[in-house]
T-cell receptor
Framework: SAVISQKPSRDICQRGTSLTIQCQVD?????MFWYRQQPGQSLTLIATANQGSEATYESGFVIDKFPISRPNLTFSTLTVSNMSPEDSSIYLC???????????FGSGTRLTVV | AQKVTQAQTEISVVEKEDVTLDCVYE???????LFWYKQPPSGELVFLIRRNSFDEQNEISGRYSWNFQKSTSSFNFTITASQVVDSAVYFCALSEAREYGQNFVFGPGTRLSVLP
C-alpha cells in the first residue's frame, strides 16, 4: 500500500504568519484530501485536491485561508494563512488509492499558533 | 446528510477485559463504505478495517472483530483481551461516493484507556 509522507510533523508559529504543509505520496493518486483535527475533536474535511484543477472546499473553509496546490499526481500542499491561535490543530492529508478506498493518511502536522 | 455517531466518549477497561466500541451511521446512499481507524497518542491514523454496504459478514482479525448490521445502521468494534497498547482514540468513518471523489465523514471518536 502507498505511503504518505507529511512535513513538517509539528511547528510552533507566530500569529499572523503562514505555514505550508507538504504531502508526498509514493504512488500516483487521483484524489488527495486535507483534514483538520482540532484539539480533542474528530477530523473535518477541509478540501479535496485534484491534479490540474482548483481544489474543492467544504463549507466553512475558503481558499484565501487554506490555499492548496496539487502540481502533480504525487504531491500536494496546504497553506494555513494569517494564522491565529484558533488554527492550532493537527492537519492531515489523505489519499485514496485507485479502487482500494482504503483511505491512507499521512502522519499529520501538529500546528501550534502562539 | 451523512452522519456518524460514537456515543461513547471515553471508555476505561482493565487489561484482558473485552471492550466494544459502538458506531451508528446515517446515510441515504445505498453504496457506501465504513471504516475504523485507530489514533494513538503519536497522532497518526492507523487503518483497521473497511466494509462495503453489501457485505454484512462479520469479520475477525486476531483480537479484533467487527459486527456490521445494516438493519440498525451499526458497525461495532470489539477488542478481545484488551492490552495497554490498545489505548488510543478510535474513529468510525463513513465514505460515500461524490461527484469529485470520495469523502470521509468521521465520528467524534472514542478514547479507550486500557489500564494495567
Amino acid at each position: 500500500s502507498a505511503v504518505i509522507s507529511q512535513k513538517p510533523s509539528r511547528d510552533i508559529c507566530q500569529r499572523g504568519t503562514s505555514l505550508t504543509i507538504q504531502c508526498q505520496v509514493d504512488s500516483q493518486v487521483t484524489m488527495m484530501f486535507w483534514y483538520r483535527q482540532q484539539p480533542g475533536q474528530s477530523l473535518t474535511l477541509i478540501a479535496t485536491a485534484n491534479q490540474g484543477s482548483e481544489a474543492t472546499y467544504e463549507s466553512g473553509f475558503v481558499i484565501d485561508k487554506f490555499p492548496i496546490s496539487r502540481p502533480n499526481l504525487t504531491f500536494s500542499t496546504l497553506t494555513v494563512s494569517n494564522m491565529s491561535p484558533e488554527d492550532s490543530s493537527i492537519y492531515l492529508c489523505s489519499a485514496l488509492l485507485g479502487q482500494s478506498l482504503r483511505g491512507t493518511f499521512g502522519s499529520g502536522t501538529r500546528l501550534t499558533v502562539v | 446528510a451523512q452522519k456518524v455517531t460514537q456515543a461513547q466518549t471515553e471508555i476505561s477497561v482493565v487489561e484482558k477485559e473485552d471492550v466494544t466500541l459502538d458506531c451508528v451511521y446515517e446515510t441515504r446512499d445505498t453504496t457506501y463504505y465504513l471504516f475504523w481507524y485507530k489514533q494513538p497518542p503519536s497522532g497518526e491514523l492507523v487503518f483497521l478495517i473497511r466494509r462495503n454496504s453489501f457485505d454484512e459478514q462479520n469479520e475477525i482479525s486476531g483480537r479484533y472483530s467487527w459486527n456490521f448490521q445494516k438493519s440498525t445502521s451499526s458497525f461495532n468494534f470489539t477488542i478481545t483481551a484488551s492490552q495497554v497498547v490498545d489505548s488510543a482514540v478510535y474513529f468510525c468513518a463513513l465514505s460515500e461516493a461524490r461527484e469529485y471523489g470520495q469523502n470521509f465523514v468521521f465520528g467524534p471518536g472514542t478514547r479507550l484507556s486500557v489500564l494495567p
